[in-house]
Each structure stands twice: as structure tokens, then as C-alpha cells.
T-cell receptor
């Protein structure tokens, strides 16, 4: 079993829909990251969380440390949000472990 | 440019040759990370440099892989005696803080696509 599990693996939505991507982890962590990988391969860091909730534009990330779970929400989704979203956790102060990613496609 | 840069952008080599991949972090960033992504696969952590501390090399996939960071800035990832399974995109990232690793936003470079024939 992977230390980081994401769901769903694939998600197709219509423009304007509210989207949720989930991430569960099984180890103690010092931080959790949400990354976005564009179709061309470039990676952008969206959020770094150690507790609570963060918001940036239409993106919201939450983390529940007790339940070892994080969610990434996208409000009013747009085709340009189509990308792979990756959850990653910093473990033991020395390594970053990645989920398999969620492929999001937003249709106009 | 103000971002993380990597060179070369593409590298094709023959099995058994050595290759060097370079990463220039954002100026002033004290932490530097190397990752790789094999075709159709997820991201894999390789190694991270925090300030001038010696890195934890346990994430490197084999002893053919080594990395160094000179003067706390530029880093080189070296793969000796390359194998076909080393073919992947090698990504570098940097972050500002030299505190507990991973607790700061990372800025990714464009990657080096390595193909071993």
C-alpha cells in the first residue's frame, strides 16, 4: 500500500462544476503539498499545508492531521484547470513522497 | 530569469555512458531538491540539499547516482554507466528556507528529459 493515496485517479467535469480531489496518507508528516502538472509537463506548487485551510483564488486546500487526510477543491472549474494534481507529503524531515496524481479534465 | 533553470533540456545517451545534469536554483534559495518522473509514472524523490548540510542520499535509486551542490548554489546530478531504466525526466526544485525540509513552497525547473538508448 502506498504511503499516499489519491482519489479519484481520473476526473472529468463540466465547466463551472465544483471539484474535490482527495489525498490520504498513512505516515506522520511535517507538511503536505499540492502540486499541479500541466499537460506540457511543467510543475507548479499550489499549496503547502501543515494544518487548517488555505485559499488562493478558486482553489482551496484543507488538511485534517488527525484523520491524515487532505482535500483540494476547485470552485467554478474552467478548462484551463485541466491538469494532473499531485499530493505529496514530507516524511521524517528528509523525503517527499508523492501520490499517483489525479488527472482532471474540465470540458467547456 | 528568476526561475529555476536546468540544463540540458534534453539528453540522449548510449547505455553505459555517464551523464551530468545541472540545476541552477533561484538566487537566495537555500534548499534544493532532485526528483525524477519516468514515462507515464508518478514523481519520485531522489535527494535534497538543505543549506550546507550533507544530504541524505537514501533516496537515490542506486550507487550509480550521485549529486553535489557547490557553494550552496548550483547542483549537479551525475548518473554513471547509464541504463535504459534511467530514462526519465529529471526535475529540480528549490525553496527559500533552510528550515525543516519540505515545509516551504518549492519552485520547479522545467526538467531534463534523459533518454538512454
Amino acid at each position: 500500500k502506498n504511503e499516499v493515496e489519491q482519489s479519484p485517479q481520473n476526473l472529468t467535469a463540466q465547466e463551472g462544476e465544483f471539484i474535490t480531489i482527495n489525498c490520504s496518507y498513512s505516515v506522520g508528516i511535517s507538511a503536505l503539498h499540492w502540486l499541479q502538472q500541466h499537460p506540457g509537463g511543467g510543475i507548479v506548487s499550489l499549496f503547502m499545508l501543515s494544518s487548517g485551510k488555505k485559499k488562493h483564488g478558486r482553489l482551496i486546500a484543507t488538511i485534517n492531521i488527525q484523520e491524515k487526510h487532505s482535500s483540494l477543491h476547485i470552485t467554478a472549474s474552467h478548462p484551463r484547470d485541466s491538469a494532473v494534481y499531485i499530493c505529496a507529503v514530507w516524511v521524517g524531515g528528509s523525503r517527499l513522497t508523492f501520490g499517483e496524481g489525479t488527472q482532471l479534465t474540465v470540458n467547456p | 530569469g528568476a526561475g529555476v533553470s536546468q540544463s540540458p533540456s534534453n539528453k540522449v545517451t548510449e547505455k553505459g555512458k555517464d551523464v551530468e545534469l545541472r540545476c541552477d536554483p533561484i538566487s537566495g534559495h537555500t534548499a534544493l531538491y532532485w526528483y525524477r518522473q519516468s514515462l507515464g509514472q508518478g514523481l519520485e524523490f531522489l535527494i535534497y540539499f538543505q543549506g550546507n548540510s550533507a544530504p541524505d542520499k537514501s533516496g537515490l535509486p542506486s550507487d550509480r547516482f550521485s549529486a553535489e551542490r557547490t557553494g550552496g548554489s548550483v547542483s549537479t546530478l551525475t548518473i554513471q554507466r547509464t541504463q535504459q531504466e534511467d530514462s526519465a525526466v529529471y526535475l529540480c526544485a528549490s525553496s527559500l528556507l533552510a528550515g525543516a525540509g519540505g515545509t516551504d513552497t518549492q519552485y520547479f525547473g522545467p526538467g531534463t528529459r534523459l533518454t538512454v538508448l
